[in-house]
């Protein structure tokens, strides 16, 4: 007589053995559910949908200038947010609305800004160099979710968006 492969051979003996074998069938398959699950949550992680990955780096360009930043991060991680201009002469201008700089903390500006200041509900920092600039913001967030902002440099306008894990 064949068996099939997804049975379990039953045994019978002189002991008294509660087996549960229909029991232990179903443990096999929700073991099996689990493994399958943490499979695709390691798969994630290692595409960048918590952070730090493929998925999750998004950048924009317009007139010569260039915007690096996460679309997905973790709760008081530091986050980086890459501002490249090319050809920009004299002062480059990098605004964030109020309301952004609230969800976030500015742990620290690569490299500081000649100046900054608060103006129209927006904080503007004031940077000069020549030709090819590179800035980077370090930023720690405040409070998880979904965070959608507009990023003014110069006359130029970026939308972002952020979801941040707790």
């Given at each position: 007589m064949a068996k099939s492969k997804k049975s379990v051979e039953r045994v019978s003996t002189?002991?008294?053995?509660?087996?549960?074998?229909?029991?232990?069938?179903?443990?096999?398959?929700v073991q099996a559910a689990g493994l399958f699950f943490i499979f695709l949550l390691i798969l994630a992680a290692a595409i960048g949908l918590f952070g730090d990955g493929i998925v999750s780096s998004e950048k924009q360009t317009?007139?010569?200038?260039?915007?690096e930043h996460e679309r997905f991060y973790r709760f008081e991680a530091r986050m980086p947010l890459t501002i490249k201009a090319?050809?920009?002469?004299?002062?480059?201008?990098?605004?964030?609305?109020?309301?952004?700089?609230?969800?976030?903390?500015?742990e620290s500006i690569l490299p500081e800004p000649n100046s900054n200041r608060?103006?129209?509900?927006?904080?503007?920092?004031?940077?000069?160099?020549?030709?090819?600039?590179?800035?980077?913001?370090?930023?720690?967030?405040?409070k998880p979710g979904n965070i959608q902002s507009t990023i003014e440099v110069n006359e130029s306008r970026f939308e972002i968006s952020h979801f941040i894990f707790p």
């Open positions: 002189d002991l008294q053995i509660d087996e549960h074998i229909a029991m232990q069938e179903n443990g096999w398959k317009g007139d010569d200038i260039e915007i090319h050809g920009q002469e004299g002062l480059l201008r990098v605004s964030f609305p109020n309301e952004y700089l609230e969800r976030f903390q500015v608060f103006e129209s509900g927006k904080v503007q920092y004031q940077f000069s160099g020549k030709d090819r600039m590179n800035i980077t913001f370090y930023l720690i967030p405040r």
